[in-house]
């Protein structure tokens, strides 16, 4: 249940951001950047200290080469999923016109894109709790929840610049943050499996986000010119969820 609440907060948070979003309507390129480059900060430190240590507890040649496939294979399942699935990414707040054409809504491009996106942050903040309230889960899901409020802001953005009303943006960005819930599901399910299995399935979910964060992710931060501002906001991610883990 543990997986379940904590998913929960980070939905919650997710809504938040996005009623951020709908609030404000407008967002710069450097805002977007920073917000991103901040975004792949946690989720990155997150994922090494909190999930690759799992993935490897056990050094030895079975375990460490089941580890290994599981990176491997989160990584390889996404970038298969980004590359045939077609979605958009996010210039500035809004979505890249060339990318859209010919693909159908719009609305649809931008929930799949998201969709790609939640798929690692949901079995993260699931399978980190398959042994209990540990420090290291709990910090896994805070770091989630962290990100996901400025993530949520971008989220809307696009929205309204579509010349969405403002309750359907809502009701969009809502559909959007429960779509996280069957990869919490599915992580607290594959958590509970015996040792070597869910190992396996920590390694994954490593390998999924760092596939996310630096193939989607740090790409559209340094798009603009604002690189610099990106890297400081990626830095000060990593150490925000730094200071966590010793709290």
Not at 49 to 66: D, K, N, S, W, Y
Request: overall charge neutral; hydrophobic content about 55%.
């Amino acid at each position: 249940m543990y997986g379940i609440i904590a998913g929960l907060f980070v939905i919650l948070a997710s809504v938040i951001g996005s009623l951020a979003g709908l609030i404000f309507k407008k967002i710069t390129h450097r805002a977007n950047d920073m917000i991103l480059g901040f975004a792949s900060g946690v989720m990155l430190t997150a994922a090494f200290l909190g999930l690759l240590p799992t993935a490897f507890e056990q050094f030895r040649p079975i375990p460490v080469l089941t580890g290994a496939a599981g990176v491997f294979a989160g990584a390889f399942l996404i970038s298969l999923i980004d590359r045939f699935v077609p979605h958009v990414h996010f210039d500035g707040g809004h979505m890249k016109e060339s990318e859209t054409k010919g693909h159908g809504s719009r609305v649809l491009l931008l929930i799949i894109a998201i969709a790609i996106h939640n798929i690692p942050e949901g079995l993260a903040t699931g399978i980190v709790f398959s042994d209990g309230l540990t420090d290291s889960a709990v910090m896994v899901a805070v770091s989630m929840i962290v990100q996901k409020i400025p993530e949520g802001l971008i989220v809307a953005v696009p929205l309204l610049g579509m010349g969405m009303k403002r309750l359907k943006a809502f009701k969009i960005s809502l559909l959007i943050a429960f779509m996280m819930l069957p990869g919490i599901v599915a992580g607290v399910l594959l958590g509970a499996l015996p040792t070597l299995l869910s190992s396996f399935f920590y390694a994954f979910t490593f390998g999924a986000i760092v596939y996310v964060v630096s193939d989607e992710i740090i790409p559209e931060s340094h798009e603009h010119g604002y690189q610099r501002a990106a890297t400081f906001s990626l830095i000060t991610g990593v150490i925000v969820v730094v200071l966590m883990q010793h709290i």
